[in-house]
């Protein structure tokens, strides 16, 4: 008997630490997905995107950029309206390049900077011949000083957001924002 009762014991006991583990990895895969939820809920809740005829607009809190003259999704021009002051300034863009449609993820974290996607468009002639190029860069934009940084391409272009404002290209390589707008 008393066999029995010690056997009856242990398996209540372990039944209890299985369902407490459980219950307690569940717990925390809610956490993980919570936070998850919070930090991209934050981030693309504050920025809406409206496209109107040729003008693509992304509306931040005291914001709005305007990428104007748009053909074939590739827009010449941007525009930074200050929704505080209610001011609208032209970025001085190069006149040799387009930019692709954004996404919410080339948004830094603080919405303070932006990855553009720059397309070259041009020809090439080999005497009998045109073909129609296009070469990538990417370039970043500071929005509250209104400051484009240089071309950059290839690698660094595949770069990601971390942190608040931290570009890093990959694991040993990564710059802090204002370090894009040096020359």
């Not at 200050?82 to 449609?101: A, M, Y």
């Not at 919405?111 to 070469?135: N, R, T």
Request: aromatic share 10%; charged share 30%.
């Amino acid at each position: 008997m008393r066999y029995l009762i010690i056997l009856l014991f242990i398996t209540l006991s372990c039944k209890e630490t299985s369902r407490d583990s459980v219950a307690h990895k569940k717990e925390n895969v809610s956490i993980d997905i919570k936070k998850d939820s919070i930090r991209s809920k934050g981030k693309f809740d504050t920025i809406k995107t409206v496209l109107r005829n040729d003008t693509l607009v992304f509306q931040l809190e005291n914001v709005s950029l305007y990428f104007v003259n748009g053909v074939n999704d590739c827009w010449k021009n941007i525009q930074i309206k200050d929704l505080k002051n209610n001011r609208l300034i032209e970025v001085n863009t190069p006149k040799e390049v387009c930019f692709e449609k954004n996404n919410i993820a080339d948004f830094s974290p603080n919405k303070k900077y932006l990855l553009l996607h720059a397309i070259e468009k041009g020809e090439l002639s080999d005497g009998d011949s045109v073909k129609e190029i296009e070469k990538y860069n990417c370039i970043f934009l500071d929005i509250g000083n209104v400051v484009l940084s240089k071309k950059n391409n290839d690698l660094f272009c595949s770069g990601e957001w971390i942190d608040q404002d931290k570009w890093m290209v990959d694991e040993e390589e990564s710059y802090e924002a204002k370090e894009l707008f040096e020359n």
